[in-house]
């Protein structure tokens, strides 16, 4: 098993422009998280979703949009980038929620400049 | 409002010490989760505690859940530079479907 995969690795972007973070795992997980982790700092919450066709807000969802229409993926749409949105996102994926272990996938640094 | 607050923020100790590091909380968690992150990674679950005061063991790290299920500690003995990272808790609540709560974590540094 690949376990949870995030590409790409880093990305350098221009205000105002857009980007999809791509997530797939394969441990048929039905629960999958996007988080940011900005220098210092520990994660936000997103978006999560319980299961195909079904996404919820996190914490922080503003600038950001999401969808999930396989069990596998879950991709996070930047629309109209800002520097504020310059950090570390990490994917994760639960079978269950509560206390289910996350795993996370490596990560994708942004930079909007 | 953080709902799970980690102390300290940083710890920067010599190998061959002890230290632990605490996560307190004024809600009541079903669970709770330790995760390490190292540099260049995303986290990975080092233990999970269910019971009020319950005690894990992992090699030289001991968790512990509070009795009362609001708060943790993680105490290292003997830190080894390997033990260097990012040490996050996250609790989950009764209510569902509702997503852990992670704390801002305890940056870690073990100096040789």
């Known amino acids: 098993n690949a376990g949870v995969t995030q590409t790409p690795k880093f990305r350098i972007l221009k205000i105002g422009q857009s980007m999809t973070l791509q997530c797939t795992q394969d441990m048929n997980h039905n629960y999958m998280y996007w988080y940011r982790q900005d220098p210092g700092m520990g994660l936000k919450l997103i978006y999560y979703s319980v299961g195909a066709g079904i996404t919820d807000k996190g914490e922080v969802p503003n600038g950001y949009n999401v969808s999930r229409s396989t069990t596998e993926d879950f991709p996070l749409r930047l629309e109209l980038a800002a520097p504020s949105q310059t950090s570390v996102y990490f994917c994760a994926s639960s079978f269950r929620t509560g206390a289910d272990t996350q795993y996370f996938g490596p990560g994708t640094r942004l930079t909007v400049l | 409002t953080q709902l799970l607050e980690q102390s300290p923020q940083f710890l920067s100790i010599q190998e061959g010490e002890n230290l632990t590091v605490y996560c307190n909380s004024s809600s009541v968690f079903s669970s709770l989760q330790w995760y390490r992150q190292e540099p260049g990674e995303g986290p990975v679950l080092l233990v999970t505690v269910v019971t009020g005061g319950e005690v894990k063991k992992l090699k030289r790290l001991t968790f512990q859940f509070g009795d009362a299920r609001k708060d943790s500690s993680l105490h290292i003995t003997a830190a080894q530079t390997g033990d260097t990272g990012l040490y996050l808790c996250?609790?989950?609540?009764?209510?569902?479907?509702?997503?852990?709560?992670f704390g801002k974590g305890t940056r870690l540094s073990v100096i040789a």
């Open positions: 996250a609790g989950a609540r009764n209510s569902g479907n509702t997503p852990l709560v």
